[in-house]
């Protein structure tokens, strides 16, 4: 049979074209989205590059952000290869769909980079006429990134769907290619960028009384790298590898659904509202405004905030029409699970907003705990992050109830037996919902460590005081969405595991998990702790990284005491290539780990023990995550704010206590949270992948 996920056979003619239509149609928006991100690159690059000195920077910059990127791509092409080999013994489709993952992973990390390194230049010359355009120029080159990451991936997974004889489950190795590429990606660039960036800090600012991006402190090169290596090139794979993984884990539950129901737009559902959602994302991002305007009028979260109100409405809007279509009478049903989607991604941005911006009451007590010490201030910071986890459960709880018991309803009107994996079903068109503000939300992230990057050019080119303060308040802006992105991610995380949970359960054939046996318990211990260990892996790795910066930072100014007199210039590569061998080698235990365990528990104790493993790995990573990235997020708005002249502002001994919680949620915000959401995917797209094999020769420890 020509479709082996489904017979077309038992429907008629207009359900097959409609059927061919929506795949082509996936193709073609996908298409449109990477034209539409090369006419944005080509508009990027005939802007105004600045001076001499200006560019001097940026290709410091770029120069170094591309050497770790080769050098980390050689590592991982090597664990890639031998992975590759081996799948191939499994089968050949899996292992062939895995490295085009990886491939494709690893494509839009390096796009990722290249784009906020051409734009990161032209923000800051921008600057010096309109904080407004310059905004306008940043969020066009985090467009870039996520229009691409996501056209890419849509475009990769319907051809090889299609090429694949229509069987998704010749294709699975797909999303673990993409998610142990971008677990690398992540965890390289996050090691790299906060070491550099917390060495600069405690050397430069603490113990020489530098300031941000002072020309004079030879680490500054390598944290704006840092920004393009973890915050660009590690997102960029990180949004990547979960569009893939999501898109995949629907389709899984969608082939079940689509036999039942008779109707195969379960299957490809996820695939053409990811490709409309594209569309309302580049739509959306046209609200924001690239008339001149600064001072007071000037508000960039503003700004961020009517595109993406625009987005949820062109969103909803797509949703009508493709409920409508695929559905049948009862699509309303299903219409409100997405409508409670998109929702969720809205309240996501509230929340995160509310505990990370100095405008709240969360990040003004960090403010207030830095008058006494550094110590209250990590303190209250770190409560805040714990704080933090609850109001993003219970938007969890809300939401999954609600959709599960409308997607049983649903299942209910049109008569499918079984009423569990349609209530499911209402949970994943919940996440297809929040995933069609994805390139946006990408946009926003990408936005940051430009806005980062062209205020470190424009303080070593010596730009002035008013551009310099126009991009602080970029950079602050920044801050927030990159806090915004990666709540963002975690709920994605959260639904997106569901998701994946079940697939591997429809996989393996897997439902029965008692809780009272004693194997169950155990792996649902070691499922809990994997994260932990995870994290203290990654956390090891940064500050590592960052102690062996410092070492050689007060190596320079020993040896040279001109560097801080600024009659000598210092060392800025010896940083950069410190920092690249020590993330090199620190993020193989973290990666492996996340690999590892998964495949361990399988074989020793079978495919149920690894569905109790996944329970409990996915609950400890997502409640780990919403720690570290918002309590880190509120920590670095807090020093912001400080230095924007609360408290007596720079040189004060509050922005010095600041300095030091800052250094203290470095690595918990963009080293250790961010990995985590990929961890979360990263052991359910294992286990959905050598499933098969976990039931063939798991359980050497037998039940």
């Known amino acids: 049979m020509l479709y082996q996920d489904f017979d077309f056979s038992t429907v008629g003619n207009l359900t097959y074209y409609l059927y061919l239509i929506f795949l082509i149609l996936t193709i073609v928006l996908s298409i449109v989205g990477i034209i539409y991100v090369l006419y944005l690159l080509k508009s990027i690059r005939r802007l105004d590059s600045g001076s001499p000195e200006m560019l001097r920077v940026h290709d410091a910059i770029s120069e170094g952000s591309k050497t770790f990127l080769k050098r980390q791509y050689k590592t991982v092409a090597i664990v890639l290869l031998i992975i590759f080999v081996l799948f191939i013994f499994i089968s050949l489709d899996i292992a062939i769909s895995f490295l085009i993952g990886a491939i494709s992973s690893i494509v839009a990390s390096y796009i990722s980079m290249l784009v906020s390194t051409i734009a990161n230049v032209r923000v800051a010359q921008a600057c010096k006429t309109s904080a407004q355009k310059a905004l306008k120029i940043g969020f066009n080159s985090g467009m870039v990134i996520g229009s691409s990451v996501i056209s890419t991936s849509l475009l990769a997974i319907t051809i090889l769907y299609v090429l694949y004889n229509f069987t998704v489950a010749n294709i699975v190795g797909f999303g673990f290619g993409a998610s142990f590429a971008a677990l690398f990606a992540q965890l390289g660039g996050g090691i790299f960028t906060k070491g550099a960036d917390i060495g600069a800090d405690i050397v430069g600012k603490l113990e020489t009384g530098l300031a941000e991006d002072d020309v004079r402190n030879p680490a500054t090169i390598a944290d704006n790298v840092g920004d ?47 490709a409309l959602g594209n569309i309302a994302g580049i739509l959306g991002g046209l609200f924001i405004k690239s008339e001149s305007k600064n001072g007071d009028d000037f508000n960039p979260i503003k700004e961020f905030g009517r595109a993406l109100i625009a987005t949820a409405l062109i969103c909803i809007g797509f949703f009508f029409l493709l409920s409508l279509i695929s559905f049948g009478g009862a699509w309303w049903v299903l219409f409100l699970c997405a409508v409670i989607g998109i929702l969720l991604a809205l309240s996501s941005y509230l929340i995160v907003d509310y505990y990370t911006s100095a405008h709240y009451r969360p990040v003004k007590d960090v403010i207030k705990a830095s008058e006494s010490s550094a110590a209250t201030n990590v303190i209250s910071g770190f409560a805040l992050g714990l704080e933090s986890t609850v109001l993003p459960i219970v938007s969890f709880v809300i939401c999954i109830l609600l959709c599960f018991f409308l997607g049983e309803y649903y299942g209910l009107l049109i008569g499918v037996g079984d009423l569990f994996k349609a209530g499911v079903f209402g949970v994943t068109v919940a996440t297809m919902g929040l995933l069609a503000m994805t390139s946006l939300i990408l946009a926003f992230d990408g936005f940051g460590p430009v806005a980062d990057n062209a205020a470190g050019i424009a303080e070593m080119a010596h730009l002035g005081n008013e551009v310099r303060d126009n991009l602080d308040r970029l950079d602050s802006a920044g801050n927030t969405t990159k806090a915004l992105a990666k709540g963002f991610g975690m709920t994605c995380a959260a639904l997106s595991a569901i998701i994946l949970y079940v697939a591997y359960l429809e996989e393996t054939h897997s439902s029965d998990v008692n809780i009272y046996h004693p194997i169950i318990m155990c792996t649902l211990l070691i499922g809990g702790v994997t994260p932990f260990l995870f994290s203290a892996l990654a956390i090891r790795g940064a500050g590592i990284s960052a102690d062996a910066i410092v070492r050689e930072i007060k190596k320079q100014f020993k040896l040279n005491p001109d560097i801080v007199k600024g009659t000598a210039t210092p060392d800025y590569t010896t940083p950069i290539d410190i920092s690249t061998k020590v993330a090199l080698k620190q993020m193989i235990a973290p990666a492996f780990l996340a690999v590892g365990m998964p495949l361990l528990v399988g074989l020793l104790f079978g495919p149920i023990a690894i569905a109790a493993f996944l329970i409990s790995g996915t609950v400890s990573g997502l409640l780990l995550g919403f720690v570290m990235n918002t309590g880190g997020g509120a920590l670095d708005n807090a020093k912001k704010a400080i230095e924007g002249g609360l408290l007596g502002g720079k040189g004060s001994e509050a922005h010095a206590a600041s300095i030091i919680g800052d250094t203290f949620g470095d690595p918990l915000k963009d080293t250790a949270g961010p990995s985590l959401h990929i961890f979360i995917k990263v052991i359910n797209t294992v286990s959905i992948t050598f499933g098969p094999l976990f039931l063939i020769f798991g359980g050497l420890i037998a039940f």
């Open 228 to 274: 393009m290596v973890g915050d660009c090139a590690g997102r960029g794979a990180d949004l990547f590898e979960s569009s893939s993984a999501n898109n995949l884990g629907a389709m899984i539950i969608g082939v079940t659904l689509s036999a039942v129901t008779a109707n195969p737009f379960f299957i490809i559902f996820s695939l053409i509202s990811r």
